[in-house]
């Protein structure tokens, strides 16, 4: 499994960015997620999907801001983040979990597929 995000850039405090995160390799590996790292911190959960129900669950940080999404036939993955603060400056990363009957995990170590992060900066 291959992930590959995009999306990051500086918005100002406010303002809507939509990440993405391209999936390949898919096969029947089923849940996946968004974490974000800011300096000095630990990753931190943000949201997972089940792909297959496209069933989610969003931290309550970004719970009503941020949503996430996943488009089947382009096996793209995404995180609509709306309301962004300076708190949300992060790098942003798009991880996968092996087992295909995992259930929802806001524990990084529970996914074993990461993609290069997006940096999302957001201004005051």
């Known amino acids: 499994v291959q992930l590959q995000a995009s999306g990051g850039g500086l918005v100002q405090t406010g303002d809507s960015l939509r990440l993405s995160c391209a999936v390949s390799g898919r096969a029947f590996k089923n849940l996946f997620g968004w974490f974000r790292q800011a300096p000095a911190k630990e990753r931190e959960f943000v949201a997972a ?8 669950v969003h931290a309550d940080s970004v719970k009503g801001r941020f949503t996430i999404s996943r488009d089947n036939a382009k096996n793209t993955m995404y995180l609509q983040m709306n309301s962004l603060t300076p708190e949300d400056t992060a790098i942003y990363y798009c991880a996968g979990r092996r087992d295909s009957f ?23």
């Open 102 to 124: 995992a259930e929802f995990s806001n524990r990084a170590n529970d996914y074993n597929y990461w993609g290069r992060g997006t940096l999302v900066t957001v201004s005051s």
């Open 49 to 56: 999907i089940r792909w297959d129900r496209g069933t989610t």
